[in-house]
Nanobody
Framework: QVQLVESGGGLVQAGGSLRLSCTAS????????MGWYRQAPGKQRELVAF????????YYADSVKGRFTISRDNAKNTVYLQMNSLKPEDTAVYYC???????????WGQGTQVTVSS
């Protein structure tokens, strides 16, 4: 059974930092690409950061470039999203996504709320 468990969300003031974690079980972690998405109220879910499993190339949405960093620890089956210089517009529910390298299937975490106060 595949399970992705997220943690690390919360309430922070603008300019602050948070680190989200997503730990997987039931998959061969190293064969999955990793992504973090977010969904704000009334908006569509958007891709925030992505990291390929082989080569480790990354993608960041323009809105978070230079502030967010995605990383993975294969030994711990965990992907992280370090979020610095947070802004109120970063407020959303954040979801981790693990996509098999064949792109045939993927899995989602349960979501964690991030709220940035001004």
């Amino acid at each position: 059974q595949v399970q992705l468990v997220e943690s690390g969300g919360g309430l922070v003031q603008a300019g602050g930092s948070l680190r989200l974690s997503c730990t997987a079980s039931g998959i061969i972690f190293s064969t999955y690409h990793m992504g973090w998405y977010r969904q704000a109220p009334g908006k569509q879910r958007e891709l925030v950061a992505f990291r390929r499993t082989r080569g480790g190339s990354t993608y960041y949405a323009d809105s978070v470039k230079g502030r967010f960093t995605i990383s993975r620890d294969n030994a711990k089956n965990t992907v992280y999203l370090q979020m610095n210089s947070l802004k109120p517009e970063d407020t959303a529910v954040y979801y981790c996504n693990m996509q098999h390298e064949t792109l045939a299937y993927d899995y989602w975490g349960q979501g964690t709320q991030v709220t940035v106060s001004s």
